[in-house]
DNA sequence: GAACAATACATGCAGGTGCATCTTATGCAA
DNA sequence: TTGCATAAGATGCACCTGCATGTATTGTTC
């Protein structure tokens, strides 16, 4: 799909800046939707079939490492691009992986925490390498003609 | 969700971009989660609402009219990121609302045309600018710091 | 022409998502 | 304390998507 795409610093740089054009939207909406396309399909494939995790997953055992602490539900709501219920069952299907464990908020007893577990840690340790490198194929033209 | 979101031409320009590194690329994964996020939430709103008709439905009539032709269903696949599956029920649920018509292609009967019809012009004319609109107000951070 | 692989599209099915709603807990006012 | 609005998170439901497969047609090889 789309394998003439052109790469967003060159839509950037090819119209009139000035005058925020449609063109110019348009055009930088279409280079989302194919990347976001791209990105998802191969992290699908990637992460689902190397290491049992959906994209999803593995954002929200990300941002657990790189909290390094129990999260409220809500605090990874903002972080994560997941409605509420739909984050609710990230974590459970997470919970039943025994990758992250819930439990419940003292101070406030609606409340959940979340927290990685080492089983957690260890599974995204073990995918972090894979996102990179799908990562690092699909955007790897972006910056390239910054410095050409 | 994330309005701290550094524009993504900041990005390309604070790392060391001669590196390709993994924070630069990891960086404009997140620009492009969280715009596409947005986006298309704002779009399924503002399209569903005002016009009855969701992002793909959209996105299929819109190809049509920049075409301007009878499309084979394997054109549109190449053009809208979607599966071949999802684009066939895309342009069921559009035959349906009377959008657009299946012709079947006589040199080779295993294929399908589609066409838009005369209500699927008008409506796309009428969800045009709802379209534009949405797109302009999520990505005029995009260009204006290069011409700053 | 017959047999068989390949192609175009449709469809059954499973899974993920958002919206609306439910449940439980908190806070505040009377 | 009671009553009620509000907040956190879970869940029923409808919808959309992709994968695997089915159906019809075409091309190819013998």
């Known amino acids: ?11 950037w740089r ?4 000035r005058d925020m ?3 110019f939207v348009v055009d930088t909406w279409h280079y989302v939707l ?3 396309s791209k990105a998802m399909c191969a992290l699908e494939r990637e992460l689902g079939d190397r290491h049992g995790l959906g994209p999803s997953e593995f954002e929200v055992l990300d941002r657990m490492v790189h909290h390094d602490r129990k999260l409220r ?7 994560v691009h997941l ?3 739909a984050l609710s069952r990230v974590v459970a299907r997470l919970e039943k992986a ?13 409340g959940v925490f979340v927290c990685i577990t080492e089983a957690g840690r260890a599974r995204h340790a073990e ?7 799908v990562l690092t194929e699909i955007f790897d033209d972006a910056p390239a003609a910054l410095t050409r």
Not at 98 to 110: G, K, N, P, T, Y
Not at 127 to 133: F, M
């Open 1 to 11: 799909m789309q394998e003439n795409l052109m790469p967003l610093h060159e839509i």
């Open 14 to 17: 090819s119209g009139n800046l």
């Open 21 to 23: 054009d449609e063109e």
């Open 34 to 36: 194919a990347k976001h």
């Open 73 to 79: 539900i809500q605090e990874l709501c903002d972080e």
């Open 83 to 85: 409605s509420q219920s």
């Open 98 to 110: 025994a990758l992250v464990s819930r439990v419940v908020c003292d101070a406030d007893r609606r």
């Open 127 to 133: 995918a972090l390498p894979t996102q990179r490198a």
